[in-house]
C-alpha cells in the first residue's frame, strides 16, 4: 500500500511537472512571437516611424534623393532645394515647406500627396512610396 502511494505520487508529479513545462514553454513562444512581430527587421529598421525621434539626415534625407535632380544646386526647381535640413526649412518660391507640428498645412505635404492646384511631386513619376510619405509627415508633426 505504501509502495503503490509513493508511486502513484511519483508518477503523478510527473504529470504536473510535464504540464507545466509545456504550459510554460507556449507561453514563452506567444510572447516571443509578439514582441518578435514588433520589432523592425533589420534594413527597413526605422519602418515604425513613431517608436523613435526622426533624424532628418538619417531618415529624411535619403526619401528626398529622387527629388534632387530637380531640387539642388543653383538652378532649383520653384528655387526649392532638398539637399540639406536648412535648405529644405527654409523653403523655395512659395516660402516655408514645412510648418513645425503642422504637417496638414505644409506644403511639403501637399505636394507629396498632390492636394491643391498645384502638380504632385515628384512631376511624371510615381507618387513616394506610403512609408516614405508618412515618415515625411512624422518628421515634420515631431
Ligand atoms: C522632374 C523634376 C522634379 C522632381 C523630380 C521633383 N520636383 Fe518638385 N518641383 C519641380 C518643379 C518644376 C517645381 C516648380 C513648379 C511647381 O511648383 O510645380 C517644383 C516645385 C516643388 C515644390 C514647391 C516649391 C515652392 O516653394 O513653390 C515642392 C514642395 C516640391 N517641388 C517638392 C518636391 C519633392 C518633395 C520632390 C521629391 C519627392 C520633388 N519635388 C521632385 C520639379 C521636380
Redesign the pocket.
Known sequence: MGVTCHLDTTRFRKVILGLGGVLLMAAWLAVNSVVGAEKPSPGQASASASSRAIDFRRDVAP??A??L???SGEKA????R?DSEAAVLQ?????K?VVSGHSNDS??MK??LGLGD??R?????DP?PRAQIDKSRAWIDQ
Do not use: D, E
Open positions: 526619401i528626398f529622387s527629388c535632380s530637380c531640387h526647381q520653384g528655387g526649392l532638398l523653403g523655395g518660391v512659395s516660402g515647406l506644403l511639403l505636394r507629396l498645384a502638380p511631386m515628384p512631376p511624371g513619376s513616394l
